[in-house]
Nanobody
Framework: QLKLVESGGGLVQPGGSLRLSCAAS??????IGWFRQAPGKEREWISC????????HYRSSVKGRFTISRDSAKNTVHLDMNSLNPEDTAVYYC?????????????????????WGQGTQVTVSS
């Protein structure tokens, strides 16, 4: 069974940066997605990376500020977050899709992801 563990969350000032990491117990997935859930809001998709070709995709509000990458040797996917603002405050989750899909990983719905990490809190505040 695939296990995901997030790390790297914390408190950062507006304009600051954080790197989140998602360590996977195996490489048996087709895509890794990052989601976040702010207080009182629904969980939303942020970004994803394909395990086959490394293609990446982002929601518009984080494009240009966030970068998703993978370290295959360490079975880890990173989410580098720059120019953070208070609206980025949320619990961040990584997830894994273990079923093959057609098209690009940005088309995957939240329900398509099979395994989830426990989440890591990111707070952007002065």
């Amino acid at each position: 069974q695939l296990k995901l563990v997030e790390s790297g969350g914390g408190l950062v000032q507006p304009g600051g940066s954080l790197r989140l990491s998602c360590a996977a117990s195996t490489m048996d997935y087709y895509a890794i997605g990052w989601f976040r859930q702010a207080p009182g809001k629904e969980r939303e998709w942020i970004s994803c990376i394909s395990s086959s070709d490394g293609n990446t995709h982002y929601r518009s509000s984080v494009k240009g500020r966030f970068t998703i990458s993978r370290d295959s040797a360490k079975n880890t996917v990173h989410l580098d977050m720059n120019s953070l603002n208070p609206e980025d405050t949320a619990v961040y989750y990584c997830s894994a899709d273990i079923a093959p899909y057609t098209g690009w990983c940005g088309l995957l719905k939240e329900s398509d992801y099979d395994y989830w990490g426990q989440g890591t809190q990111v707070t952007v505040s002065s």
